[in-house]
Each structure stands twice: as C-alpha cells, then as structure tokens.
C-alpha cells in the first residue's frame, strides 16, 4: 500500500545547538490510525510541526500524499488538518463561522452541507451559533477538530487529543476518532497515554530523545509493554534458585531477601498461582507480595536502551 506520508532521514537542530529529532524514517500508510508514543519533551510536537509545515528540518525530506512539504508546501498543507495541543480560537465568534471561516483559508468554495456534516458528527450541531466562549473545555477542542476538517484534508494530526479532557469525553473522541478513520481519513495522533494508544491505534510508534526507537503494530507492542513485576520478599534470604523454579523465570534481589517475577498482563494465565504453589513446594517461605507496573517513562528508556544494545557491532 502506498504510504500517505513519508519522512525520510528528518533531523532538526535548534540554533541553540539543541537536537530534537535525530534521523527519523517513517512510512504511515493511507487509511491508517497511527499513534505516537512518547514521553514529554520527545520530539512528538516537533515532528508534527514539521510534517505540517510549521517548523523546517535541519535534515531529511516529507512527502504528504506525495506533495514534497517544503517545495510544494501549499498543495502538501491542503492535505493535512491540524488540531494542536492549545486551545486558540476567536472566542467572541460562533461555531459556523469560525469553522466556515477556516474552510476558506484554504481557498475552498463555500459548503455550507460539508459544515454541517462535520458540526454534526462532532455533536456540534446544536453549538452552531454559540459563542466559543461560552463553551466547555471539552466542545471547544471538538471546534479546533471542526476547524482542522473544514477543507477536508486526507490528513489528521491529533496532538494529545485527550489531554485535560474527562473520561467520558475521552471515550466519545475515541468513538469519532474511529468514524473518521473509516470516513477514509489517515488518522495521527501522538499521546503519552497507553490505553489511548491501545484503544484506538493500528500501528504504533515510540520515540524517545528525538529517535524513533521502534514503529510496531498495536497488538505487538502492547505485549511488549503489558508487563508487570510481582516482588516476593523472603522469610530467609537464599544464594541460588533451586532448580524446580527454573521455569518461572525468577530473578534474585536485594542479596537474596527477595525473587522479581514478571508476567504478561494480557495472558489468560499470569502464572502467579503456580509459582507460589511451587515455592511452598520448595519450602521457600515469604512474608509479603508486591505487584508493580513500569511507569511509560521507564518503559520508553528501556526500549531506547534496547535499541542502542541491538545496533552495537557483537564482538
């Protein structure tokens, strides 16, 4: 399938000597919902802003629906619809014309049914005449997705979508996130929430230092990171692990006082039941549990570390 959008070999250097992407490749296919991972201050927004024209790369070229950004930059902006992580709009203007007003912006005729389409797929249709104003945080980030789908672009960046925004509402941008999708709009978003990601992307991928560490599908990468650890603290330490817990796995901490399990979340089985039977067989006696899960932050800089590990030379 062709790829909607291609970022080849993008690099971007501040003039302060800060580097905030380094070499990025990437292909996101047309039709997709496609999520970028990625702690604060990883080179998400960056990347985003450059892939819409908003900030030039030092390095490498984009290619939006085979339009060059940079030589092209009119015709490759047409295609893509931008909702930032801030809230700005004219708040003293109504719903219509502040999303017919930015239709026009880009030179497109007046249509007031494509308008009322969108106002009513956002469940905006009822705010039409309102002031922005007198809008809840929650409608006013749906006006900025009204605004960003007025020229009907082939594209949509979504930057942290969800952030500030309540449970609920989360839930109904999932719902409309999807309905685009299927609309025929390529869908990206870029989030640092895990069950976003999960809940609504194809592909996901995670960057982290201006690199973009890996570029997996959903399902494979949420095993990847659906770990958990259960830390059982010893009644007596012990030197080595007997044999008969071999096939849990197990690590030895804290000079023998504990044993580190790690299990997969998503599996039916967690295996905690059997390892504890197990020690009773040993005769390992314990006096606590404690189960923990990797915060997204460690996460990233073990993926990072992975990464690095994978391309050093063996030998």
């Known amino acids: 399938m062709q790829s909607i959008i291609s970022i080849q070999n993008v690099g971007k250097t501040y003039a302060g000597g800060f580097t905030a992407l380094k070499s990025v490749d990437l292909e996101i296919e047309r039709g997709e919902i496609f999520a970028l991972l990625g702690p604060n201050g990883a080179g998400k927004t960056t990347l985003i802003s450059i892939v819409c024209g908003i900030t030039n790369p030092t390095s490498g070229t984009v290619l939006a629906d085979g339009h060059n950004i940079q030589r092209e930059f009119r015709a490759a902006r047409s295609k893509i619809g931008l909702v930032p992580q801030e809230l700005s709009t004219d708040s003293f203007e109504s719903v219509w014309n502040t999303v017919t007003f930015s239709r026009g912006l880009f030179g497109k005729a007046p249509n007031p049914a494509h308008i009322e389409k969108i106002l009513r797929q956002l469940s905006l249709w009822d705010k039409k005449d309102s002031r922005i104003m007198a809008l809840s945080g929650g409608m006013k980030r749906r006006v900025m997705i009204a605004k960003a789908l007025s020229h009907e672009p082939a594209i949509l960046f979504l930057d942290e979508p969800t952030a500030g925004v309540d449970v609920e509402l989360r839930r109904d941008m999932w719902e409309m996130v999807r309905g685009l999708r299927d609309n025929g709009v390529t869908v990206i978003l ?94 390992i006696e314990f006096k606590d549990l404690h189960s923990s899960e990797s915060s997204l932050e460690e996460i990233f800089v073990n993926l990072v570390h992975q990464n690095q590990h994978a391309r050093q030379p063996a030998g």
């Open 190 to 283: 870029t989030t640092h929430y895990i069950e976003e990601a999960e809940e609504m992307a194809d592909r996901i991928g995670v960057i982290n230092h201006g690199e973009l560490v890996l570029v997996e599908e959903k399902h494979a990468l949420m095993q990847k990171l659906g770990k958990k650890q259960l830390t059982i603290h010893l009644q007596n330490p012990i030197d080595t692990l007997p044999q008969g817990l071999d096939a849990f796995g197990l690590d030895l901490a804290d000079e023998g006082n504990q044993l580190v399990y790690t299990f997969d979340t998503q599996r039916e089985h967690t295996g905690i039941a059997e390892l504890l039977r197990a020690l009773n067989q040993q005769g």
